[in-house]
Nanobody, 124 residues
Framework: QVQLVESGGGLVQNGGSLRLSCAAS????????MGWFRQAPGKEREFVAA????????YYADFVKGRFTISRDNTKNTVYLQMNSLKPEDTAVYYC?????????????????WGQGTQVTVSS
């Protein structure tokens, strides 16, 4: 099992930027795809972005395309989510997760391990 620890969340104004990080323990980090999800109060957890094992393939939810960028550094066992042009509707707890495969995957059941989440709040 891999342990995932997110950081970088916080309070930001409408239109601002944040960079989330997710540090993974264990030797298998580079063997798996990774993803970011978010969950707002009263809503279900939803897919945000995913990246394959090498970083060569990415996929985004429509509502973040052009604003968010997922990346990874396998030498540091870390995956990132750069969030620009943030909107109040982006307010949520953001979770990183390790996929069961090496590929880009988008559904919750395709992920094996989850971090504890980091709060992102965008003020209007």
């Amino acid at each position: 099992q891999v342990q995932l620890v997110e950081s970088g969340g916080g309070l930001v104004q409408n239109g601002g930027s944040l960079r989330l990080s997710c540090a993974a323990s264990g030797r298998t980090f580079s063997s798996n795809g990774m993803g970011w999800f978010r969950q707002a109060p009263g809503k279900e957890r939803e897919f945000v972005a995913a990246i394959n094992w090498s970083g060569g393939s990415t996929y985004y939810a429509d509502f973040v395309k052009g604003r968010f960028t997922i990346s990874r550094d396998n030498t540091k066992n870390t995956v990132y989510l750069q969030m620009n042009s943030l909107k109040p509707e982006d307010t949520a707890v953001y979770y990183c997760a390790r996929a069961r495969s090496i590929s880009v995957v988008t559904t919750i059941s395709q992920y094996a391990d989850w971090g504890q989440g980091t709060q992102v709040t965008v003020s209007s």
